[in-house]
C-alpha cells in the first residue's frame, strides 16, 4: 500500500467533508488501487464506500463552482 497516496487522500476526503471514519476507509482502497485490473480491484464493498463519500462530498457543496 502507498502509505503517502492514502494520507493524501485522506486529507483531501476530510477536508471535502467527509467523515473521518469514511475517510479514512476510502483512502485504504485508493491507496491499493490496481489500474491494471477490472473496477482498479475494488470489490462491492469498497465501491460502496467510494460511494458514500461522493455522496457526502456532494452534500458538502463540494462539487458546486
Known sequence: MNDSLKEA???????????????SLCAEIVAKD??????LGRTEADQHLIDSS???????GFFEQ
Open 54 to 60: 461522493m455522496e457526502w462530498m456532494q452534500a458538502k
Open 34 to 39: 490496481d489500474p491494471s485490473l477490472p473496477n
Open 9 to 23: 487522500a485522506e486529507k483531501a476526503l476530510k477536508d471535502a467533508g467527509v467523515p473521518v471514519t469514511l475517510a
